[in-house]
T-cell receptor, first 116, second 109 residues
Framework: DVKVTQSSRYLVKRTGEKVFLECVQD?????MFWYRQDPGLGLRLIYF???????EKGDIPEGYSVSREKKERFSLILESASTNQTSMYLC???????????????FGPGTRLLVL | GQNIDQPTEMTATEGAIVQINCTYQ??????LFWYQQHAGEAPTFLSY????GLEEKGRFSSFLSRSKGYSYLLLKELQMKDSASYLC??????????FGSGTRLSIRP
């Protein structure tokens, strides 16, 4: 079974703090993704990565950065947390096969971040 | 622009059938996914359609019409555990998926 883990289930931070969210997958997947999920807005893509040291902006990258130093690990960084970044953050991974049918995304359990 | 629409909430009765609709407008199309997400948990994969028609998988079926930009998820013999959000998602380009806002389905006894 594919396993995607995230470093924390719940996190409380203060405005202005630097926040690191870690994601690790154990299936040797090339693709990794960070989403945030807010009521009524669904899942919105923040950043994704096709390979080690590669990253691409998603739909809402402002205020975030990412790091992919190893294939299995994809980190999301909030350089200076703000209250509007309070959200559920979901990490996902998928294999890169060239066939969309085989590129199902597998999600981690999520990190619920509260910024005070 | 890119848009995926699905109803926000639906209610159905245990043992009945429910159909959750999804319409989409995307710049590319490599297939359509349905995911299930229970409250407080991660989304899990349910189905994938890339050709027109109906794909059946046990109590769940998913239909696609590419010309209409339309899909539905059909749930039969509803059980209380089917209470969850159902996310429609389109693969619009290589490895990238766009998600709808989800439909929260409540099952009543």
């Amino acid at each position: 079974d594919v396993k995607v883990t995230q470093s924390s289930r719940y996190l409380v931070k203060r405005t202005g703090e630097k926040v690191f969210l870690e994601c690790v997958q154990d299936m040797d997947h090339e693709n990794m993704f960070w989403y945030r999920q807010d009521p009524g807005l669904g899942l919105r893509l923040i950043y994704f990565s096709y390979d080690v040291k590669m990253k691409e902006k998603g739909d809402i990258p402002e205020g975030y950065s990412v790091s992919r130093e190893k294939k299995e690990r994809f980190s999301l960084i909030l350089e200076s947390a703000s209250t509007n970044q309070t959200s559920m953050y979901l990490c996902a991974s998928s294999p890169r096969t060239g066939k969309a049918s085989q590129e199902t995304q597998y999600f981690g359990p999520g990190t619920r971040l509260l910024v005070l | 622009g890119q848009n995926i629409d699905q109803p926000t909430e639906m209610t159905a009765t245990e043992g009945a059938i429910v159909q959750i609709n999804c319409t989409y407008q995307t710049s590319g199309f490599n297939g359509l996914f349905w995911y299930q997400q229970h409250a407080g948990e991660a989304p899990t994969f349910l189905s994938y359609n890339v050709l027109d028609g109906l794909e059946e998988k046990g109590r769940f079926s998913s239909f696609l019409s590419r010309s209409k930009g339309y899909s539905y998820l059909l749930l039969k013999e509803l059980q209380m555990k089917d209470s969850a959000s159902y996310l429609c998602a389109v693969s619009s380009s290589a490895s990238k998926i766009i998600f709808g806002s989800g439909t929260r389905l409540s099952i009543r006894p």
